[in-house]
């Protein structure tokens, strides 16, 4: 596939910046409308995209969003530097959450937000190092058989 | 014939291209282009926000003039509850529908009760509904408008209960062909209306049904000759009139009326487009779960301000809130009977008869592939140009106008910067993707003086 028909943004994220938290979702739900991925995809894509970008907002000092689309497959990539997350299986249960008071008051931290990711998504893997960081990929097939 | 109704047309004799309505328009529908303001039609939800900015007054609502009542047998008017609010305290429903009558219709409809019926119908609806949350009011057509527009996604979570004026208009002609012996298409039923947006959901329903009412008449327009035919009027004791009010239906002028009246604890009321935008993006983000009703309106503060009306909408929603508390406080529940509304909701009465289907913008093109490759594009136009939005190329934006150039609706020459040596590559690269030969007129001395 050569190059010009690859797009691929990349968007920073701010730990703890709660006040534009959401930005970056909203900016990649708007690609996507605009060069016509399938509704359903653009929801599912935003979803997953709000919930890893919270995670940054809550648990890391900066992350960075890699957009790229091709014509099959959107690929999200977030990678972040922070704590990390010592026991990713944990992490992957629905209900466990490492959240603060203060987070859930905000409607946060309910525990959903990995498996949330994993169940919209068609791909996901996720590595991440203790003390320096997680990544994820989060990806959807856009050729109609690949989809969920 | 274009595809989409508008109830918003552009005189062009009058438009001198000031480019307010460009800078207002929330879905950036208009463009400014040799002189004159245009509207995309695709992206135009019909909110009325270049109305009442256009210093020219060139753009014009499209309602019904009184004229039009002639053509019917028998008349009946429909006020929007907000045109209770137009008046001082003391002017109530009852002597309101009076002087309306004295206008040339043969009868004045109360709406509020009818809003209540639809009210307990909206509040049976929430409570059988499992799916996705939370459900939005489909009152104000701009908000559905904006739905199918920019979030089509959202669209199975409008509220499929008919409007109150749909069902007063339907209702009605039901009566009165019985009842005066004739037959329903002789009667005329009009809806005085707040804003000029009811006029598209009357001529182009967003289900794609058809449309109850005859014709919609600006409460701006029947304001004045209203205010003389109500002087005289005998009005009955302040009392007597309270009670025949509905305290559920006059909440309906009002952003929050139905949330309130009804007692829903789980609502967000919302009005303004910009206000309405923030929270749609949060449904999208998969917030507002535990939310089960957003009552939105395109105008602040709900019908009451809209653009059609006379009075300051602060104090028009002032006097819908003492009403409102007035009725508490008296305990007067002038309401449609509930066990009556459940009978006919299991009837289907109030269910809409279409269905609301998504009309989502154009992608910059069908082919993916293609759509990639513009949307790069785009970006690097945009890099190139000022970003300080001055909208003299007629887009509203800087982005707007790389949009509108990758689309082959603008051309890069329209930007009155020098924008860079790679003008000349750019165009190249344009006129490819775009499949046609662009009139290769880039040696920069000539760009500059044309636009002088």
């Known amino acids: 596939m050569s190059d010009e028909y690859v797009l691929s943004q990349k968007f920073k994220i701010k730990g703890g910046d709660f006040g534009k938290a959401g930005r970056t979702s909203t900016s990649i739900k708007e690609i996507l409308k605009e060069i016509g991925i399938d509704p359903s995809i653009v929801i599912r894509a935003s979803i997953s995209v709000y919930e890893a970008e919270m995670n940054v907002v809550m648990y890391a000092k900066k992350g960075m969003v890699t957009l790229s689309v091709t014509p099959e497959e959107l690929h999200l990539k977030l990678e972040d530097e922070g704590q990390g997350i010592a026991d990713i299986d944990q992490a992957m249960k629905e209900g466990f959450s490492t959240a603060t008071h203060e987070m859930r008051e905000m409607g946060f931290g309910a525990g959903m937000g990995l498996p949330n990711i994993k169940k919209n998504a068609d791909r996901f893997e996720i590595t991440s190092i203790p003390g320096k960081g997680t990544t994820l990929d989060i990806i959807f097939c856009l050729n109609k058989t690949g989809n969920k | ?452």
């Open chain 2, 1 to 452: 014939m274009s595809t989409y109704f508008h109830s918003i047309r552009i005189d062009t004799e009058k438009c001198e291209g000031r480019m307010k309505c460009l800078r207002v328009c929330p879905t950036q529908a208009i463009r400014v282009r040799n002189g004159k303001a245009s509207i995309i039609e695709e992206k135009c939800i019909d909110c009325g926000e270049c109305i009442t900015v256009c210093p020219n007054s060139a753009i014009v609502p499209l309602t019904d003039p009184f004229g039009e009542l002639t053509k019917f047998r028998y008349t009946a008017a429909i006020p929007s509850p907000a045109l209770y609010a137009q008046f001082g305290r003391e002017i109530l429903p009852e002597k309101i529908l009076s002087g309306i009558k004295k206008l040339g219709f043969d009868s004045a409809f109360d709406l509020a009760l009818t809003c209540g019926e639809v009210s307990f119908a909206i509040q049976e609806y929430l409570r059988d509904y499992k799916g996705p949350k939370p459900l939005i009011s489909n009152a104000c057509p701009t908000v559905v408008r904006l739905i199918q527009v920019k979030y089509p996604e959202l669209i199975d979570q409008i509220i499929p209960i008919e409007l109150p004026r749909e069902l007063a208009g339907r209702e009605i002609k039901k009566k009165l062909s019985k009842q005066l012996k004739i037959e329903e298409n002789e009667i005329g039923a009009f809806y005085l209306t707040p804003c000029p947006v009811k006029m598209i959901s009357i001529k182009q329903p967003a289900e794609k049904g058809k449309s109850f009412l005859d014709g919609a008449i600006s409460i701006a327009d029947v304001y004045g000759p209203l205010l003389s035919a109500m002087e005289g009027i005998e009005k009955s004791s302040y009392r007597k009139a309270l009670e025949s009010i509905c305290i559920l239906g006059v909440g309906w002028a009002m952003v929050g009326g139905i949330c309130r009246t009804l007692r829903l604890k789980n609502s967000i009321p919302v009005s303004g487009l910009a206000e309405i935008i923030k929270v749609f993006d949060d449904i999208e983000r998969g917030k507002l779960r535990n939310i089960d009703f957003i009552e939105a309106y395109s105008c602040l503060q709900g019908c009451v301000g809209g653009s059609l009306t006379v009075e300051n909408l602060y104090t028009s929603n002032n006097k819908i809130l003492k009403l409102i508390e007035t009725l508490e406080f008296e305990q007067i529940k002038a309401c449609p009977d509930i066990r009556e509304v459940r009978k006919l909701y299991s009837q289907n009465y109030f269910l809409i008869k279409g269905k609301f289907e998504p009309r989502p913008l154009k992608p910059l093109d069908t082919d993916l592939a293609k759509a990639i490759k513009k949307r790069k594009l785009k970006e690097e136009i945009y890099e190139l140009l000022r970003k300080i939005d001055c909208g003299v190329c007629g887009a509203p934006t800087c982005l707007a106008f790389a949009e509108d150039v990758v689309k082959g609706d603008a051309d890069l020459t329209d930007c009155i910067f020098d924008l860079s040596d790679n003008m000349e590559e750019f165009s190249q690269e344009l006129s490819d993707l775009l499949n046609k030969t662009l009139p290769l007129n880039f040696n920069r001395s000539n760009i500059h003086k044309s636009k002088k």
